[in-house]
């Protein structure tokens, strides 16, 4: 049992600064008993992206973390968005309220995306009573801004729960408030790769050398691409602003009621959006410009839950490298892996002001980005266990992790 120190707080654990610390222990703290782990994640997601609405799916995900913010007031609480779903963990003077947000948008989900939307929750007191480590730790993107990075196996316990036992830890109740995506916006077309590829990584390191492998493979990432921050896939010059008529027709499927006051706001917003973003015209309140240029900085193209998730900007012959040497350390049974090569990205914004530190852009890969990483990177681990000449890993923690991508 972790106890719950005298007002811990999430947002006074020190941030690092650099995704390479993610190896070191001195910035993850544990999660207390009494928080709540939620998890949420469109059900049938890969036959949804088959059929060609990654976007809606994608959108959902991010809209978890949007809906939870706005029913909360405030976005200082751990979360990480995994392309079809988000997880995040709440204290208990906000877990109902979160509960309640997150049913609301299972039936916008439902009613608007004609999409499931499944919503749960498990206690971090049972996944600590089940021997599961949880702790958290904040990584800061830009100075204002922190995103959650999670280690320890208990987020992908949670997950792994909740499928076992649906029922048992689906979120109910008559009580769900009217989603409020305020802020959550899709108005920026998929951004063309600038190098020809860009590469959706999810890496999972066998726990016996962990921190050598990740080390390793951020080296690699230094010597092939430069370092990890010229790998952005974020750039102005290849963004695209959707027409005013696609971002009407797209803010439609996030309300409820189109004779509200919010629905108006939104469309008086996304009109003086597109004005200034597609045709031009230059506001006398901020920079254009210096924001579009900023929101490369608030993205979130590398993150950790359990796993390395990165989207990544590359040249095919990049992309090969980076295959190879994954390729040989799962030969040499170090990691596991799931890659998905995709001509651009998919960015999803949450915007609660211009200034630093008061927006966040969630970003995937195209054409299924880290929802097929995720399939190949299970299907190689199910290879694994039945391979009669590979050492098969016998931790539950570590399976569940696989299972969590």
């Known amino acids: 049992m972790v106890e719950s120190p005298k007002q811990w707080r999430y947002q006074d654990i020190p941030a690092f600064t650099d995704i390479r610390q993610v190896t070191q222990s001195q910035w993850f703290h544990p999660l207390p008993s009494d928080w709540t782990v939620f998890i949420s994640d469109v059900r049938g997601s890969t036959r949804a992206i088959e059929a060609g609405r990654y976007k809606d799916v994608n959108t959902l995900g991010a809209a978890s973390i949007a809906a939870v913010s706005n029913a909360l007031g405030h976005l200082d609480f751990p979360f990480v968005f995994g392309g079809d779903g988000a997880s995040m963990a709440l204290p208990p003077q906000d877990a109902d309220r979160a509960r309640r947000a997150l049913l609301g948008l299972g039936r916008l989900a439902a009613d608007n995306f004609s999409l499931d939307l499944r919503v749960a929750a498990v206690p971090a007191a049972m996944l600590h009573g089940e021997g599961f480590s949880l702790e958290v730790g904040r990584f800061q993107v830009v100075p204002g801004r922190c995103i959650a990075v999670f280690r320890g196996g208990g987020l992908s316990a949670a997950e792994d729960l909740i499928k076992q036992e649906e029922e048992r830890f689906a979120c109910a109740g008559e009580d769900a408030l009217e989603a409020n995506l305020g802020g959550l916006s899709c108005r920026w077309r998929e951004i ?15 726990p016996r050398e962990s ?15 430069g370092g990890i921050g010229g790998a952005n896939p974020l750039a102005l010059e290849r963004m695209q602003y959707h027409s005013m008529a696609e971002l009407i027709r797209n803010e439609r499927q996030f309300h409820h009621r189109l004779w509200s006051w919010r629905w108006w706001a939104r469309r008086a917003e996304i009109m003086a959006a ?16 210096r924001y579009a240029n ?24 990049q992309a090969q490298c980076i295959e190879d040497w994954l390729q040989k350390a799962y030969a040499h049974n170090r990691v596991y892996y799931g890659l998905h090569r995709s001509p651009g990205s998919l960015m999803t914004c949450f915007v609660q002001g211009m200034g630093d530190g008061s927006h966040l852009h969630f970003i995937d890969g195209s054409q299924g980005g880290y929802a097929m990483a995720a399939k190949e990177l299970k299907q190689q681990f199910h290879d694994s266990l039945s391979h009669p000449h590979r050492p098969a890993v016998h931790s539950d923690q570590f399976h569940k992790v696989i299972d969590h991508a």
């Open 294 to 317: 900023s929101m490369r900085i608030h993205a979130d193209y590398c993150k950790f839950d359990d796993m390395l998730r990165m989207v990544i900007d590359c040249s095919p012959e």
């Open 211 to 225: 921190v050598t492998v990740y080390n390793e493979f951020f080296a690699l990432l230094d010597d092939s691409l």
């Open 192 to 206: 063309p790769g600038s190098q020809g590829c860009v590469l959706s990584i999810l890496l999972v390191a066998r």
């Open 274 to 289: 597109v004005a200034i973003f597609r045709w031009g015209v230059h506001p006398l309140f901020f920079s254009p410009r």
